[in-house]
């Protein structure tokens, strides 16, 4: 099994020092792999999720209010942010006033940023971190952190990163990691559909896709999508399209963070053309089309199964 052995989890274990408690809340794909991880890592995990689900190495507590009730840092990784704001109003009043909040979960900014201020207004310290990595690198130990906040509160959360991720960055005040999780998610979005689209023109054109692999992955086309997550199957690395599109990296949760990004965009009055048109074309696909369920990389047998008309 893999499991993280950061800097963090080592001083724990040669010491005799008291092991934090983390109260985490939502225990779903990515959360239960990551509070297993720091319970793991010698913390006492406190969990909670209304699912019911646990979390191996954690204890489970009867409400979100138990399990922050002795947490020294609070960790939320939960579906959307309106289940975000209604769980910090439900927990704010019961965490202690020196600990650490931190939302692993992906929100809009304006979401984040509320939290963080009803956070600040308990003295609780708050960083929005999303992730990038998935289940497996929840499970690995090898997220991604993009954090907002402040510095203090970033460096006492930095521990906890090093024992469920391979990198933090600390990407400016609150929000900031959201922020730059949905322009991340959106130029993805965009590229995976240009990957595609360019995948099912090349097959109308009678271009081998290995060829087609071959030159792109190594020309001025190349691109994530291309290069380490290839929509083609049996074409570069091995890829959720080797394995019937299973996901990976889910079409309607694509959906979720373009429907984010354009959220953000018309906030702040961003002209984001490529990001609206990808955000259609995925609601599309799941909606109507037969893509919830499958991998994001799945447009590409949309693609190739249709002509300009469809
Ligand atoms: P999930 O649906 O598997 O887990 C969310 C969990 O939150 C569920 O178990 C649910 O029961 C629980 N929950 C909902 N409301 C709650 C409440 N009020 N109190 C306590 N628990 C509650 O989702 P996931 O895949 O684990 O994703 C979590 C977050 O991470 C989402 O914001 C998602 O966008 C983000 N994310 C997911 C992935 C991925 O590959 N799955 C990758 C990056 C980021």
Redesign the pocket.
């Known amino acids: 099994m893999l499991r993280p052995l950061g800097t963090a989890a080592l001083k724990l274990e040669d010491t005799n020092v008291t092991q934090p408690t983390v109260g985490f809340?939502?225990?779903?794909?990515?959360?239960a792999p990551m509070a297993a991880n720091l319970a793991a890592a010698g913390y006492n995990v406190i969990g909670?999720?209304?699912?019911g689900?646990t979390a191996e190495g954690a204890s489970v507590a009867g409400s979100?209010a138990d399990a922050v009730r002795d947490a020294d840092i609070v960790i939320t990784?939960?579906?959307?942010g309106n289940?975000l704001r209604?769980?910090a109003a439900d927990i704010l009043p019961h965490t202690k006033s020196d600990a650490l909040f931190i939302d692993?979960?992906?929100?809009d900014v304006e979401s984040a940023r509320a939290v963080a201020a009803e956070a600040a207004a308990a003295s609780v310290l708050f960083v929005d971190a999303?992730?990038?990595?998935?289940?497996g690198g929840a499970t690995a130990g090898t997220l991604t952190f993009m954090t907002g906040g402040t510095v203090a509160a970033f460096e006492r959360a930095r521990p906890l990163f090093d024992v469920m991720g391979q990198k933090a960055v600390h990407c400016g005040e609150a929000g900031a990691g959201q922020a730059a999780k949905i322009c991340n998610n959106m130029i993805l979005g965009a590229t995976m559909i240009a990957t595609c689209e360019a995948f099912a023109l090349a097959d109308k054109l009678g271009l081998d896709r290995q060829k087609m692999f071959d030159v792109v992955s190594t020309s001025s086309g190349y691109s994530w999508s291309m290069n380490a997550y290839c929509p083609a199957p049996g074409v570069g690395p091995q890829s959720p399209s080797d394995n019937d599109y299973t996901?990976g990296?889910?079409a309607e949760?694509m959906l979720?963070?373009l429907g984010l990004s354009q959220q953000a965009a018309e906030a702040v009055d961003a002209d984001t053309p490529m990001g609206a048109a990808a955000l259609e074309l995925y609601r599309r696909f799941v909606e109507q089309e037969g893509g919830r369920g499958k991998d994001f990389s799945a447009m590409l047998p949309r693609f190739a199964g249709r002509g300009r008309d469809a």
């Open positions: 809340i939502g225990l779903g794909n990515m959360g909670f999720d209304t699912a689900t979100a990784m939960l579906p959307d289940i209604a769980v692993c979960s992906t929100v999303p992730v990038s990595g998935g289940i996901p990296f889910a949760l979720k963070d």
